[in-house]
């Protein structure tokens, strides 16, 4: 108190006012901004309580859960799809990855993975860029500071409302079997697993054998016969292990779904595809449902209800989010 009579003791009333709530404004912002900050990078640790059984069904039993992000996406009514693969991704991955996601994203699926580099950040890159959430599963502590080529993306993640977690708390270091540890977690928490691409001693591998183990479908993407990193996927489809996927379509036949069922995912979603695929810019309603692959009808619809509940609004042939 004493302070602040000192700062104004040579001002007039009205003067010291107005200069008491600009202080108080900034004061405000900056408060406000430390408060953002904390809920967006700082971890926090999943109360058992609050569990799903796909987390308890996990063997060996997790003791610990760590996260940043919405959480809600681990314990939520979602579909959860894990896709992994190899970390020498080819062109053909990346192309399938990209031909796919837009009808996965479309059906309101949340797209699983380990966050290396590969087949796993172009699966989390491609869902963010259709609109879509993504859950990263770690293989060290949640805090320890990622490489500085991933920083983007691990910020990309929880400023689309995402979710990152580990079993690790702080910044423990990786080790040869925080990994497969890892791979068991990603399996159990999906309702079915795509390998894009794998080689013969694939750690993709180790988590299609996690979910067979918990009764998940094991779905796997053919490759060329002649490539190394098809050999682990080709065997899969051989072996029985895994079933073959030629498209999108089957993927979501697998795991019950349909992109038809837009409109109920979109309701039971909050609008999340729609208003996340705005969130970086305008979009035509042609542009939408090319992205989304949502029928036009279905969208019309959509977005005019959008708009009469202040979630977007049409300017110059373009929706916004509001």
Known sequence: MYIVVCAFASTSAPAM???????????????????IWFNIYMYKAFEKESWGENIKSVKPAIKN?????????LTGNYPRLAIVGSRRMTEYGAKVIEKWMGELVSAGVVIVSGFMY????????????????????LGWGIDLKVA?????????????????LSEYEGNKQPELWTF??????????????????????????????????YK??????PGQVTS??????NWLIKSGEAKLVSSSGDILNEMDLSVGQMSLLIDRHSYDPILSLLSDEPKTV????RILKIKMSDLLSKLTEMSLLGQVEERNGKYWRV
Do not use: W
Request: aromatic share 8%; charged share 30%.
């Open 286 to 289: 042609d542009d939408i449902g």
């Open 118 to 137: 590969g087949v796993d950040q172009k699966a989390h890159k491609t869902c963010m860029e259709f609109g879509g959430k993504t859950i990263a599963i």
């Open 17 to 35: 006012f107005n200069r008491f709530l600009g202080m108080t404004a900034r004061g405000f912002v900056y408060t406000l901004a430390i408060l």
């Open 216 to 221: 998940k479908k094991v779905l796997a993407v």
């Open 65 to 73: 859960i760590y996260y940043k992000g919405n959480i809600e996406l």
């Open 148 to 164: 500085e080529n991933d920083i983007e993306m691990y910020e990309k993640i929880l400023e689309k409302d995402g979710l990152i």
């Open 180 to 213: 497969p540890a890892r791979d068991r977690v990603m399996a159990g928490v999906s309702d079915a697993i795509l390998v894009v691409e794998a080689a013969e001693k694939s750690g993709s591998l180790i988590t299609a054998k996690y979910a067979k183990q």
């Open 228 to 233: 190394k990193v098809a050999e682990g996927t």
